[in-house]
């Protein structure tokens, strides 16, 4: 499985952006794609995921309400759409793949994408 993600930028508080992570690869629609983020200093935060089959999703306690993942199945594409956002959330967003399924855990995804620099400004 592949993985690329795109979207990154500066916005200001307050303002939405979205992040695509683009999939390929063998196996990855037996499983689930989702984000995570990683401030400097901090470990890596679970943002959210989604699964291929069937679509159901999971999301992390810090985002709830404010973040939403989704995906085009057309398109092997899933989102990130980030609204409200805030200074706290500038950090490094990766997306992240498995072959079997959903889970809130780093460890059970095993394929990832590049980062992409989230900076949002005060």
């Known amino acids: 499985v592949q993985l690329q993600a795109f979207g990154g930028g500066l916005v200001q508080a307050g303002g939405s952006l979205r992040l695509s992570c683009v999939a390929s690869?063998?196996?990855?629609?037996?499983?689930?794609t989702g984000w995570f983020r990683q401030a400097p200093g901090k470990e890596r935060e679970f943002l959210g995921a989604?699964?291929?089959?069937?679509?159901?999703?999971y999301y992390g306690d810090s985002v709830k309400g404010r973040f939403t993942v989704d995906r085009d199945d057309a398109k092997n594409t899933v989102y990130l759409q980030m609204n409200n956002l805030r200074p706290e959330d500038t950090a490094v967003y990766y997306c992240?793949?498995?072959?079997?399924?959903?889970?809130?855990?780093?460890?059970?995804?095993?394929?990832w994408g590049q980062g992409t620099l989230v900076t949002v400004s005060s």
């Open positions: 690869g063998r196996n990855f629609r037996n499983g689930a």
């Open positions: 992240a793949a498995n072959e079997w399924g959903g889970s809130y855990y780093y460890n059970d995804y095993n394929f």
């Open positions: 989604v699964v291929w089959s069937g679509g159901s999703t």
